[in-house]
């Protein structure tokens, strides 16, 4: 399977950016790019998500194809990591780690570990190697981007 593995330093305690990287509107505003947001169907749409909660996404590809995703947290080990695992939705199979380690008091190391496997065999790598990788790059990047900022 492919992955996507990106560490990020952020200026806070490993409690306080665990929670925001719990927190369902974090995503909605650093997914501007793709409009990405929580929507009815599923569970939860806004604030913290917990253990066993579940979450459907809607975002924008190209600006023009609207994708669903549904994810749910399946492991929960505050405030060291979560695992969030798609349960419906466009790829195959979807899986990604967030764990956090302090750097000092006031500074802790965010560790994504993004994993999945795109339907359609020989095609969907295909896809994988075109674009697949490269949006969910952007869409890591914005979340993490916005996980700073608010500790800026």
Sequence with gaps: MPEIVQRTM???????????SLDLDVERVAGRRFRVRAVEGAGRTSGRIQLGERVRWRVR???LVPVTHTSGIVELE???????RME?????EFRH???????????????????WRSPAGPLGRVADALFV???LRRLLADR????VRRFS
């Design 78 to 84: 505050r405030p060291r990591r979560f695992v969030d």
């Design 61 to 63: 590809l190209f600006r």
């Design 97 to 115: 780690e967030h764990s956090f380690e302090a750097e000092g008091p006031q500074m802790t190391i965010m560790t994504d570990r993004m994993a």
């Design 10 to 20: 952020v200026r806070g305690t490993v409690d306080e950016v665990f929670d925001v």
């Design 133 to 135: 990788r490269r949006t």
């Design 144 to 147: 993490n981007s916005e996980i």
């Design 88 to 92: 419906e939705g466009l790829f195959a």
